[in-house]
T-cell receptor
Framework: GQQVMQIPQYQHVQEGEDFTTYCNSS?????IQWYKQRPGGHPVFLIQ?????EVKKQKRLTFQFGEAKKNSSLHITATQTTDVGTYFC???????????FGAGTRLAVHP | GAVVSQHPSWVICKSGTSVKIECRSL??????MFWYRQFPKQSLMLMAT?????????EQGVEKDKFLINHASLTLSTLTVTSAHPEDSSFYIC??????????????FGSGTRLTVV
């Protein structure tokens, strides 16, 4: 079946360092979405990318969707302790636009 | 923005009993809701897609008779874990997509239900 792979699984950074997480799909996606989940919380929507090669920015976060619509990345510039959490990508595909989630990248930021 | 209310937030039940989890879309109509299961420090695994007025579509490996889904109205979907066993202990979470328009703002998740079966 369709899979969305996400790396790295876990990343430690010092506050102020940059962070990137990558997603790859085994098939072409209709769209890709990114979510953030704080410990003990539920996923919170960050953004959706639909177009091939699309790049979107939200303050220190930059999201990219690959030309082939099979991969995506999230880059955080100058991390802060508030960025701590697990970042999930989720590919949209199949009937009813169901989302297939990547494994997530758990980000730890040390002050 | 769109809000999905899910309850209970947590529940502890005895082995063999059934537990019902509710998800309500508060300020929009949801023709489709999705039910996920999440184990500690793991990703969300899609269990089933709930469609208003019709049978749910289950993912491969998910027992239909074990996890009963009902989507009786445009604002309510329920997941019933029947004859619960300790291995059913998990974090269950629903999400919904707004009706009548492309969801350019993503899917809204409920706050999740932590089920512990003892």
């Amino acid at each position: 079946g369709q899979q969305v792979m996400q790396i790295p699984q876990y990343q430690h950074v010092q506050e102020g360092e940059d962070f990137t997480t990558y997603c790859n799909s085994s098939t072409t996606l209709s769209n890709i979405q990114w979510y953030k989940q704080r410990p003990g919380g539920h996923p919170v929507f960050l953004i959706q990318l639909v177009k091939s090669g699309e790049v979107k920015k939200q303050k220190r976060l930059t999201f990219q969707f690959g030309e082939a619509k099979k991969n995506s990345s999230l880059h955080i510039t100058a991390t802060q302790t508030t960025d701590v959490g697990t970042y999930f990508c989720a590919g949209g595909a199949g009937g009813y636009n169901k989302l297939i989630f990547g494994a997530g990248t758990r980000l730890a930021v040390h002050p | 923005g769109a809000v999905v209310s899910q309850h209970p937030s947590w529940v502890i039940c005895k082995s063999g009993t059934s537990v019902k989890i509710e998800c309500r879309s508060l300020d929009f109509q949801a023709t489709t809701m999705f039910w996920y299961r999440q184990f500690p420090k793991q990703s969300l695994m899609l269990m089933a897609t709930s469609n208003e007025g019709s049978k749910a579509t289950y993912e491969q490996g998910v027992e239909k008779d074990k996890f009963l889904i009902n989507h009786a109205s445009l604002t309510l979907s329920t997941l019933t874990v029947t004859s619960a066993h300790p291995e059913d202990s998990s974090f269950y979470i629903c999400s919904a997509r707004a009706r009548d328009r492309e969801s350019n703002y993503g899917y809204t998740f409920g706050s999740g239900t932590r089920l512990t079966v003892v």
